[in-house]
T-cell receptor
């Protein structure tokens, strides 16, 4: 079993839809939780980070962490074609980033 | 803030040559930088952790003599792929950690360097 599980998709939604991206993890020692967005042939861009259970909102993005269930989510409201990218969840363990496999999202007009 | 640059963005070289990739933190000091490798449609694979002023720590299976890492200053780390071969062709990405931030564990990534070895 991988330490971080993430559905690779692809996930295809119409413009304006609410997108839900999820990751599960197995190691309760994970601390910081992050979401990165990666466009094709580019480096990952940090979208959200959080430390504790609960919700954190930034514009159209909401990150949710449930440590008791070892489950994290990223919600994107009013999705736009420019949101089409691969979304990677990541967690910190011993100062190293452990990535999910990434979910490819396509938002069509 | 928290901008990381990489140079070059693209490099094509002949088999047997060495290639140096630079990673710079532009607006913060990074005591720790990381080097990753990414294959098409796969996630990032950590190659090594680079600490300013000390030797890099390599992940299992990564040849330290093949991938030389130098972190000579708080804003610059370099990765040299020595005697490159076609199987070294990949997308190399660095990241840097700004330890002064409240989110000090957060890593900021460079744009990546695409290496093609002919």
């Amino acid at each position: 079993q991988k330490e971080v599980e993430q559905d690779p998709g692809p996930l295809s939604v119409p413009e304006g839809a609410i997108v839900s991206l999820n990751c599960t993890y197995s190691n309760s020692a994970f601390q910081y939780f992050m979401w990165y967005r990666q466009y094709s042939r580019k480096g990952p861009e940090l979208l959200m980070y959080t430390y504790s259970s609960g919700n954190k909102e930034d514009g159209r993005f909401t990150a949710q962490v449930d440590k008791s269930s070892k489950y994290i989510s990223l919600f994107i409201r009013d999705s736009q074609p420019s949101d089409s990218a691969t979304y990677l969840c990541a967690m910190i363990l011993s100062s190293k980033l452990i990535f999910g496999t990434g979910t490819r999202l396509q938002v069509f007009p | 803030g928290a901008v990381v640059s990489q140079h070059p963005s693209w490099v094509i070289c002949k088999s047997g040559t060495s290639v140096k990739i630079e990673c710079r933190s532009l607006d913060f000091q990074a005591t720790t930088m990381f080097w990753y490798r990414q294959f098409p449609k796969q996630s990032l694979m950590l190659m090594a952790t680079s600490n300013e002023g000390s030797k890099a720590t390599y992940e299992q299976g990564v040849e330290k003599d093949k991938f030389l890492i130098n972190h000579a200053s708080l804003t610059l780390s370099t990765l040299t792929v020595t005697s490159a071969h076609p199987e070294d062709s990949s997308f190399y990405i660095c990241s840097a950690r700004d330890s002064l931030l409240v989110s000090g564990e957060t890593q900021y990534f460079g744009p990546g360097t695409r290496l093609l070895v002919l």
